[in-house]
């Protein structure tokens, strides 16, 4: 969808000009070119590197609205794998489909993507599309073992690794008190029963 407030750059390789379509619909145009990528296209996670190649092969047709832009982009994406924190890279193809409205032209959809005079701006459709087919939990792998959770360690290249069972610092203190006969005392031990007094009762049966 394009911006009204974004001023475009004939230079850019995101911005097709038709004018040699004019607007005799029907006229077609085919664009097969790789372009450099702009910047913060993707997400937190991950994205298409600035600069990079964007392989775009489409196909421009003159309607009687606008003009229909059709075909694929194809680029790069790189990131980091939410579980184990290591790179994750993979190419990435996207559709590309959209009607770009000649100025004047009032169209159904008041959201409608518009030509700025002669040119049509690609870069928004293209965030759209590409934003939508990211993953938003990027994974290496489908069963990544991510991270220790005690030294940080990589799971993936030590699948064995273990840590000893650690036991409550809280207990330390517990754990040198000496009880009774030189035996330590163990706070799980069950505590031996209570003698009960004799009463008078018992004292009188007695004598």
């Not at 609205?65 to 990435?92: F, I, K, N, Q, Y």
């Not at 993507?113 to 990027?138: A, K, N, Y």
Request: hydrophobic share 35%; net charge negative.
């Amino acid at each position: 969808m394009s911006s009204p407030h974004r001023q475009l750059n004939p230079r850019s390789g995101l911005v097709l000009d038709t004018h040699e379509l004019g607007r005799r619909a029907g006229a077609m145009k085919v664009v097969q070119t790789s372009v450099e990528a702009p910047a913060d296209l993707g997400i937190g996670v991950i994205g298409v590197p600035l600069g990079s190649p964007i392989e775009l092969d489409l196909q421009l047709e003159s309607v009687v609205e606008g003009v229909l832009v059709s075909g694929s982009a194809t680029v790069e994406v790189r990131g980091e794998c939410v579980r184990c924190l290591s790179e994750v890279s993979d190419e990435l193809e996207v559709a590309i489909q959209e009607l770009y409205v000649y100025p004047g032209v009032e169209p159904d959809d008041d959201l409608a993507s518009r030509l700025e005079g002669d040119l049509i701006d690609l870069e928004p459709l293209l965030r759209d599309e590409v934003v939508l087919d990211l993953p938003f939990q990027p994974l290496c792998r489908d069963d990544c073992s991510g991270l220790c959770v005690e030294c940080g360690a990589n799971l993936n290249d030590d699948p064995g690794h273990r840590h000893e069972a650690r036991l409550d610092p809280r207990w330390d203190a517990l754990r040198g008190i000496e009880g009774g006969g030189g035996r330590s005392y163990d706070v799980l031990q069950t505590a031996p029963q209570a003698t009960k007094f004799p009463g008078k009762s018992a004292r009188r049966n007695q004598e």
